[in-house]
């Protein structure tokens, strides 16, 4: 309205303060349709600033010197805002993508996914937009990856430059690993009504059988998905080596059901992740959580509950700390969880082999656990172990949060350290130990005293070389809680013991 007035003349951008200390930064790869407005980043400076800390300053310069020709492809972008999002990319969210599927439709996923994350409390979020044409591969790293040379980075591999980043997501990825021609859930078929006359104005349209449009019947085309073993092999392969501090979220893949004539979880997906659980490399899946179902809505095509989870889990590690689960919380969204599962399914899904389901709870939509498929812990430290049972508690999302907050920090400390101190100084040990000590007072590490919470001793290695053994105890969510009721003749007793 108030465009129209001043015939858009004045365009507001909102931009909110700027926040250079975050536990836990976002950043989503995803594909951008339509127009693009390289000049709009030009007036961003905190952006181009924290784009030129990354390394791709080179990439700055080009922008500056010719901004009509230049192209923002596998280059992160830091954006505070949806606003921001859309006026750098303003046919995003309405403009068709190249792949198009029956269920998720001919719009991406970004966008939405974008608006999802700053909804639900994201502040920082790292945007890398991937050209269509290069389909799936474009999310991943190529051949001549040198994390020397920023130039040769793409797909995943550029957010390998970014030390602040701690999760990823890759909502378009999980798009293109939508069948094209996957059905719907059928809807309830109605008898056909009684003949009769009608007024040329009133509509017969019942909303209930299926039609099928020119969109839908041109599929045939469209290329088929990667094996989801595959996706798994290129995103963990770089961050398993060089970035252990980053989650991955990432969405179960859909397949058909016959058994319910539905879609549902691909079991080939989950019987994968079963046979990599019993596998050597089985400690490389602490680096991703799994979620499922998906989101959808009145009128809406198919969309990835990436954006909610991810925004929600960074507002609540800058509001409480990253190692608080948002299980239970309220997540905001104009969708609901698609396909719905049974209480049962639920269970089995979190217990074997543990993936994060979302349920539509008085009318509002939650985790129900924040599930890991393995321990968050090194490999050594449970793959010989008698019994894997005493290393479930370490199954949780937000410890695998925690540890790389803790990488994240302390990388920061030894950067400032490194020109600034003498072996000798006392300095830096009592540093990280204050740190340590906030940490356990704000109930990230468990004990009676801190003492109990963390140990940290210096460990003789030379005259230039200061070597600091840290040792912690993180706090174990709540699993879950067992009442026993004991009935001895007519005395009830009662126990109650969180598992």
Same mark, same amino acid.
């Given at each position: 309205?108030?465009?129209?007035?001043?015939?858009?003349?004045?365009?507001?951008?909102? +931009?909110?303060?700027? !926040?250079?200390?975050?536990?836990?930064? =976002?950043?989503?790869?995803?594909?951008?349709?339509?127009?693009?407005?390289?000049?709009?980043?030009?007036?961003?400076?905190?952006?181009?600033?924290?784009?030129?800390?990354?390394?791709?300053?080179?990439?700055?310069?080009?922008?500056?010197?010719?901004?009509?020709?230049?192209?923002?492809?596998?280059?992160?972008?830091?954006?505070?805002?949806?606003?921001?999002?859309?006026?750098?990319?303003?046919?995003?969210?309405?403009?068709?993508?190249?792949?198009?599927?029956?269920?998720?439709?001919?719009?991406? #996923?970004?966008?939405?996914? &974008?608006?999802?994350?700053?909804?639900?409390?994201?502040?920082?979020? #790292?945007? &890398?937009?991937?050209?269509?044409?290069?389909?799936?591969?474009?999310?991943?790293?190529?051949?001549?990856?040198?994390?020397?040379?920023?130039?040769?980075?793409?797909?995943?591999?550029?957010?390998?430059?970014?030390?602040?980043?701690?999760?990823?997501?890759?909502?378009?990825?999980?798009?293109?690993?939508?069948?094209?021609?996957?059905?719907?859930?059928?809807?309830?078929?109605?008898?056909?009504?009684?003949?009769?006359?009608?007024?040329?104005?009133?509509?017969?349209?019942?909303?209930?059988?299926?039609?099928?449009?020119?969109?839908?019947?041109?599929?045939?085309?469209?290329?088929?998905?990667?094996?989801?073993?595959?996706?798994?092999?290129?995103?963990?392969?770089?961050?398993?080596?060089?970035?252990?501090?980053?989650?991955?979220?990432?969405?179960?893949?859909?397949?058909?059901?016959?058994?319910?004539?539905?879609?549902?979880?691909?079991?080939?997906?989950?019987?994968?992740?079963?046979?990599?659980?019993?596998?050597?490399?089985?400690?490389?899946?602490?680096?991703?959580?799994?979620?499922?179902? *998906?989101?959808?809505?009145?009128?809406?095509?198919?969309?990835?509950? =990436?954006?909610? &989870?991810?925004?929600?889990?960074?507002?609540?590690?800058?509001?409480?700390?990253?190692?608080?689960?948002?299980?239970?919380?309220?997540?905001?969204?104009?969708?609901?969880?698609?396909?719905? %599962?049974?209480?049962?399914?639920?269970?089995?899904?979190?217990?074997?082999?543990?993936?994060?389901?979302?349920?539509?709870?008085?009318?509002?939509?939650?985790?129900? !656990?924040?599930?890991?498929?393995?321990?968050?812990?090194?490999?050594? !430290? *449970?793959?010989?172990?008698?019994?894997? !049972?005493?290393?479930?508690?370490?199954?949780?999302?937000?410890?695998?949060?925690?540890?790389? *907050?803790?990488?994240?920090?302390?990388?920061?400390?030894?950067?400032?350290?490194?020109?600034?101190?003498?072996?000798?100084?006392? +300095?830096?040990?009592?540093?990280?130990?204050?740190?340590?000590?906030?940490? #356990?007072?704000?109930?990230?590490?468990?004990?009676?005293?801190?003492?109990?919470?963390?140990?940290?001793?210096?460990?003789?290695?030379?005259?230039?070389?200061?070597?600091?053994?840290?040792? %912690?105890?993180?706090?174990?969510?709540?699993?879950?809680?067992?009442?026993?009721?004991?009935?001895?003749?007519?005395?009830?007793?009662?126990?109650?013991?969180?598992?």
């Amino acid at each position: 309205m108030m465009q129209d007035l001043l015939a858009r003349r004045i365009q507001l951008t909102p +931009r909110p303060q700027n !926040d250079s200390a975050l536990p836990l930064e =976002v950043a989503m790869l995803g594909h951008c349709p339509g127009r693009v407005r390289p000049e709009r980043l030009l007036a961003l400076k905190d952006a181009l600033a924290a784009i030129r800390q990354a390394g791709f300053g080179e990439v700055i310069d080009q922008i500056l010197t010719n901004p009509a020709c230049a192209s923002l492809y596998h280059l992160p972008l830091p954006l505070h805002s949806a606003s921001e999002f859309h006026d750098i990319f303003p046919d995003a969210a309405s403009a068709p993508a190249q792949y198009r599927s029956s269920l998720a439709g001919n719009l991406a #996923w970004l966008a939405p996914c &974008v608006e999802d994350f700053f909804a639900n409390g994201g502040h920082r979020l #790292w945007v &890398v937009v991937i050209p269509e044409e290069e389909s799936q591969q474009g999310f991943f790293a190529t051949e001549n990856t040198d994390l020397t040379d920023t130039s040769t980075l793409r797909g995943i591999a550029t957010l390998l430059a970014v030390p602040s980043v701690g999760s990823i997501c890759l909502p378009d990825l999980e798009r293109l690993q939508i069948p094209a021609r996957l059905p719907d859930i059928p809807r309830v078929r109605l008898d056909n009504p009684e003949p009769a006359f009608l007024p040329c104005s009133q509509s017969l349209d019942d909303d209930h059988r299926e039609r099928r449009n020119t969109s839908e019947m041109a599929l045939d085309d469209l290329p088929e998905p990667i094996e989801f073993q595959r996706v798994l092999r290129e995103v963990l392969h770089w961050l398993t080596r060089y970035r252990p501090d980053i989650q991955c979220l990432l969405t179960l893949p859909l397949a058909y059901a016959s058994e319910i004539d539905s879609p549902d979880a691909d079991p080939e997906a989950l019987e994968l992740l079963t046979n990599m659980q019993l596998s050597d490399a089985a400690h490389h899946l602490r680096q991703v959580q799994f979620f499922y179902p *998906y989101l959808r809505g009145q009128g809406r095509a198919l969309l990835s509950p =990436v954006g909610i &989870v991810s925004g929600k889990q960074a507002a609540t590690a800058r509001s409480a700390g990253p190692w608080r689960s948002i299980a239970g919380q309220p997540m905001v969204s104009k969708n609901l969880p698609y396909p719905r %599962i049974k209480r049962a399914g639920v269970v089995s899904l979190r217990e074997r082999p543990g993936i994060s389901i979302l349920e539509l709870r008085n009318n509002r939509i939650e985790l129900d !656990d924040e599930r890991l498929c393995v321990p968050a812990l090194p490999a050594d !430290d *449970y793959r010989h172990a008698a019994s894997l !049972d005493r290393f479930d508690g370490y199954r949780s999302a937000e410890l695998m949060r925690l540890m790389g *907050y803790l990488r994240r920090q302390l990388r920061q400390f030894g950067e400032q350290l490194v020109f600034n101190s003498d072996v000798n100084d006392p +300095r830096p040990k009592l540093l990280i130990e204050h740190f340590l000590r906030q940490l #356990w007072q704000r109930g990230a590490l468990r004990g009676e005293r801190s003492e109990h919470a963390f140990s940290l001793r210096q460990i003789p290695a030379g005259e230039s070389t200061l070597l600091l053994e840290i040792e %912690i105890a993180p706090a174990l969510p709540i699993d879950r809680i067992r009442l026993t009721f004991t009935n001895s003749g007519t005395d009830w007793q009662t126990e109650v013991r969180s598992v």
